[in-house]
């Protein structure tokens, strides 16, 4: 489902190349949720962005659904993204005049879905993610937690093979975190959704089949304590994933235009 061999990566300072990820190896099974979990400057953004193609690594391979990741070019990983990855963001990066519905279909926009298929499978999503009576509303109408079941719903949308969450339970009260995380949970057991949910927080990771745990750039082993490298420059991991909350929050501003009209248009249909 998606291997990590021997995962190395560094960023250039200056002249001279600095550390942030080495001899990274796991593997997640299809249908586990597990967490990855480490602290600021431990690499996990820079790891997420690995594995969703937004950077090419150093050294090692990403395979997911058995293709490797890294040897595809910009526009094979555009594709693969909307058609196997889906993402969940600490800030929703929902599109505030579309409809909550809207919202979850837009993937499907991309894809050339038609309309109506569009609208079963996000209301269907929508209904078993506790929306059912709110999808016609628009993002500025609901609760940061009824924000985050909508992001939910969109990274379902496609069918991926993997969905990566990054601090899903970042921008909440600690009530609306363990609904968020009994909701994923609840996803992954009856529907067998692959989860890999990025955190700092050790009582979201401990909630979790099983923990990948970085320091320093390392994964971390029970009982060692890996030398420290260099502190991780998440400007860069944070820039990237930048990138894809922009595209899922309308890909740009052309893809946008077209993403409503085609929306507007299949309503008339």
């Known amino acids: 489902m998606l291997v990590v061999q021997q995962l190395s990566h560094s960023f250039l300072n200056g002249t001279e190349p600095t550390r942030v990820l080495i001899g990274i190896d796991f593997r997640v099974e299809r249908g586990e949720i597990v967490a990855l979990l480490g602290s600021s400057g431990s690499g996990k953004s820079t790891l997420l962005n690995l594995m969703a193609g937004l950077m090419k690594p150093t050294e090692g391979s990403i395979l997911i659904a058995d293709r490797k990741i890294e040897k595809m070019n910009e526009n094979e990983l555009a594709v693969f993204r909307r058609t196997h990855i889906g993402f969940i963001f600490q800030s929703y990066e929902l599109i505030p005049h579309l409809t909550v519905r809207e919202n979850v279909e837009l993937p499907l926009v991309f894809q050339g879905l038609k309309a109506k298929l569009r609208r079963e499978r996000a209301l269907t999503l929508l209904t078993r993610v506790g929306l059912a009576g709110k999808t016609e509303l628009f993002p500025s109408q609901l609760s940061g937690g009824q924000q985050q079941r ?45 989860f890999v949910i990025v955190t700092h927080e050790h009582e979201v990771a401990k909630r979790t089949k099983r923990i990948i745990q970085l320091r320093d750039g390392r994964l971390v082993e029970p009982g060692s304590d890996p030398e420290p490298l260099a502190a991780e420059t998440d400007v860069a991991g944070a820039d990237a994933m930048g990138t894809v909350a922009a595209g899922h929050a309308g890909q740009n501003e052309e893809a946008d235009s077209g993403a409503d009209r085609r929306l507007r248009e299949g309503e008339k249909r």
């Open 150 to 194: 909508v992001s939910i719903a969109r990274s379902l949308i496609t069918e991926p093979a993997v969905v990566f969450a990054d601090e899903p339970t970042g921008n909440l009260d600690t009530a609306t975190e363990s609904e968020i995380i009994d909701l994923l949970l609840e996803l992954n057991v009856n529907l067998g959704i692959t």
